[in-house]
């Protein structure tokens, strides 16, 4: 007797089967890895303005994306993403 495939609750011999609550975590988890990637995107676009808007030095305004990058790897641990 063969076993059942792992990441499937249908029994052996029996098609695989993908359950509603594993495709909704898989659907979620791309989407908010898209919008961790945009968001780090537009932080990286705006340097420029915000430089220009509190007229501060190129070595100043990357303190920005720096603090932000910290700041994701500080939390990405704690929602156990």
């Not at 609750?9 to 890895?33: D, H, I, Q, R």
């Not at 340097?47 to 305004?61: E, F, N, R, T």
Request: proline content about 6%; glycine content about 4%.
């Amino acid at each position: 007797m063969s076993e059942a495939h792992p990441y499937s609750s249908a029994p052996a011999g029996e098609p695989f089967k993908v359950n509603a609550k594993g495709l909704t975590l898989t659907l979620v988890t791309v989407l908010t890895s898209l919008l961790q990637a945009v968001d780090n995107t537009i932080a990286n676009i705006v340097l420029p303005h915000i430089q220009g808007a509190v007229s501060a030095s190129q070595d100043q305004v990357t303190w920005v994306l720096t603090s932000y990058v910290v700041a994701t790897a500080i939390i990405m641990p704690m929602t156990d993403s």
